[in-house]
């Protein structure tokens, strides 16, 4: 049974930093693309980050470059987020995913976790 469990959402002030993580289980954890997306309430789940099996290939939104950092750990099977300077427009419910190949697309991640909130205030 494959597993993605989300954690260390929270809340935040603008300008504050969290990081998220996603512990993955029931599947060979260093064959896969992760990726981070996020879905704020009343729009569609967007693409946010992700990273290759190896760790050696990332990827990032435009309004998150150079403020978010995607990692992963294979000996831990668990990939973080961390989110610097965050902004209330960074305020949404953060999901893992898990592709098996290199991707921005959500359809192709068949695995998912129930996701953890996020909420940044001004």
């Known amino acids: 049974q494959v597993q993605l469990v989300e954690s260390g959402g929270g809340l935040v002030q603008a300008g504050g930093s969290l990081r998220v993580s996603c512990a993955v289980s029931?599947?060979?954890?260093?064959?896969?693309?992760m990726g981070w997306f996020r879905q704020a309430p009343g729009k569609e789940r967007e693409f946010v980050a992700l990273?290759?099996?190896?760790?050696?290939?990332?990827d990032y939104a435009d309004d998150v470059k150079g403020r978010f950092t995607i990692s992963r750990d294979n000996a831990k099977n668990t990939v973080f987020l961390q989110m610097n300077s965050l902004k209330p427009d960074d305020t949404a419910v953060y999901y893992c995913?898990?592709?098996?190949?290199?991707?921005?697309?959500?359809?192709?991640?068949?695995?998912w976790g129930q996701g953890t909130q996020v909420t940044v205030s001004s």
């Open positions: 995913g898990a592709a098996t190949f290199v991707t921005r697309a959500i359809a192709p991640y068949k695995y």
């Open positions: 990273i290759n099996w190896s760790g050696s290939r990332t």
């Open positions: 029931g599947l060979t954890f260093s064959s896969y693309t």
